[in-house]
Nanobody, 114 residues
Framework: VQLVESGGGLVQPGGSLRLSCAAS????????MRWYRQAPGKERELVAT????????NYADSVKGRFTVSRDNAKNLVYLQMNSLKPEDTAVYYC????????WGQGTQVTVSS
């Protein structure tokens, strides 16, 4: 199982970023996927989930209405579109498979600052 996150960076408050996660080594389209984030000194937090076919999504209250999770099963990719970013969204973002929860990628750093 391999998960590779990308797309992070430095953005001003109110800006947008689109994160990507490339998955390999398992039957990607058969399983739900999740996005987590971890800010310095804080526990890892579940941000968004998406079902195997992409029809069902759920979000943490802190990002609801601002973040959108999606997936492309033909390309083994899952995305996190982040709009109206706030400084408190600053964290390392990780994707994770619902079936292989022990496997993590290196994450991608998102920094929201003016």
């Amino acid at each position: 199982v391999q998960l590779v996150e990308s797309g992070g960076g430095l953005v001003q408050p109110g800006g947008s970023l689109r994160l990507s996660c490339a998955a390999s080594g398992f039957a990607f389209s058969a399983y739900g996927m999740r996005w987590y984030r971890q800010a310095p000194g804080k526990e890892r937090e579940l941000v968004a989930t998406i079902s195997s076919a992409g029809r069902v999504t759920n979000y943490a209250d802190s990002v609801k209405g601002r973040f959108t999770v999606s997936r492309d099963n033909a390309k083994n990719l899952v995305y996190l579109q982040m709009n109206s970013l706030k400084p408190e969204d600053t964290a390392v973002y990780y994707c994770n498979s619902a079936a292989y929860g022990a496997y993590w990628g290196q994450g991608t750093q998102v920094t929201v600052s003016s």
